[in-house]
């Protein structure tokens, strides 16, 4: 449970060298409405980055920059919360499914009081490019010469959706020295060499240093995120939404909070 009450499933949510700079990715779905409409009332954040993914429904939203919204399926919100923004997400009653994913990167001590920053990505912003069995589309990095509209990020993010057909293969360079992992939306396949274990929806794959990955498949389909980015190497003092490299700058963070004189930056 986070926020006011919406149930989600933690794919991951620490601070752990082989996910550095990603600190937190939540998958929140679910056809109930009673597991989500609580939502993410106001709340702050400072040093970090959020960026949300809608894959089913809506989430309104709301920042202190001014900025307010929708974010509707397909579509994605990259926050940069640097020296502190005060927001709200709030799902919106819908038919059927909401769902969807929030990841969190960490921000190095030199950008973590940069100025807040906001991008709001339309789905149909978002290229998708076909390449053999697999359809990518790409939120954040470059496949194929074909970029993905969030650039400029200071850990070097990749961020696909990437779903592969049945009885193929998907080859994929990254950068050597990035830390990189997949996690399974639908389907199943394998994503290594041996061809074993096969893997299927919510299995969180961390790779091995090395420039290449092979994922395959067999019988079935795949979709999943494929994540990388540059390791920041840091100390982490994390405390809730506010990630710092030391516990006097939480303390800072959480008494500016309270007494009013969190945010530096309005636009
Ligand atoms: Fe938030």
Same mark, same amino acid.
């Given at each position: 449970?986070e ?7 933690? %794919? ?7 996910? &550095?700079?990603?600190?937190?990715? =939540? =998958? ?6 009673? =597991?989500? +409409? ?9 040093? +970090? #980055?959020t960026?949300?993914?809608m ?7 709301? &920042? ?10 397909? =579509?994605?919100?990259?926050?940069? %919360?640097?020296?502190?923004i005060?927001?709200? #997400? $709030?799902? /919106? ?11 969190? %990167?960490?921000?190095?001590s030199?950008?973590?009081? $940069? ?12 290229p998708?490019? /076909? ?11 470059e496949?194929k ?10 850990? !070097? ?30 389907? /199943?396949?394998?994503f ?15 790779? #091995? &240093?090395? &420039? ?5 498949? !067999?019988d ?6 494929l ?6 190497g /840091? ?8 990630? $710092? ?10 008494? !500016? ?5 969190f ?5």
């Amino acid at each position: 449970m986070e926020g006011a009450g919406v149930k989600l499933k933690r %794919a991951f949510g620490q601070d752990h060298p082989k996910l &550095d700079p990603f600190l937190l990715l =939540d =998958d929140f779905h679910s056809d109930n409405p009673e =597991d989500y +409409i609580a939502g993410f009332p106001w709340h702050p954040h400072r040093g +970090i #980055e959020t960026i949300t993914y809608m894959l089913h429904g809506k989430i309104k939203h709301e &920042d202190s920059l001014g900025n307010a919204g929708v974010i509707e399926s397909g =579509d994605v919100q990259w926050m940069t %919360a640097g020296n502190g923004i005060i927001h709200q #997400e $709030m799902p /919106e009653r819908a038919e059927g499914l909401m769902g969807g994913f929030q990841l969190w %990167a960490n921000l190095p001590s030199s950008h973590k009081m $940069m100025n807040p920053r906001y991008r709001d990505i339309k789905k149909e912003d978002i290229p998708e490019i /076909e390449v053999g069995g697999a359809k990518i589309k790409i939120i954040c990095g470059e496949v194929k010469g074909t970029k993905g509209p969030v650039q400029d990020i200071i850990t !070097e993010p990749e961020y696909l959706d990437i779903t592969i057909t049945q009885d193929s293969e998907f080859v994929h360079r990254v950068k050597k020295g990035h830390n990189v992992f997949a996690y399974v939306i639908q389907g /199943e396949g394998y994503f290594n060499l041996e061809h074993n274990p096969l893997l299927n929806k919510d299995n969180l794959i961390l790779f #091995e &240093d090395g &420039d290449v990955i092979k994922i395959s498949t !067999e019988d079935s389909l795949l979709r999943f995120l494929l994540i990388s980015g540059k390791p920041i190497g /840091e100390p982490v003092a994390w405390h809730g939404p506010i990630v $710092m490299n030391t516990q006097e700058e939480i303390r800072t963070a959480f008494t !500016e909070y309270r007494e009013g004189t969190f945010i530096r930056y309005t636009g």
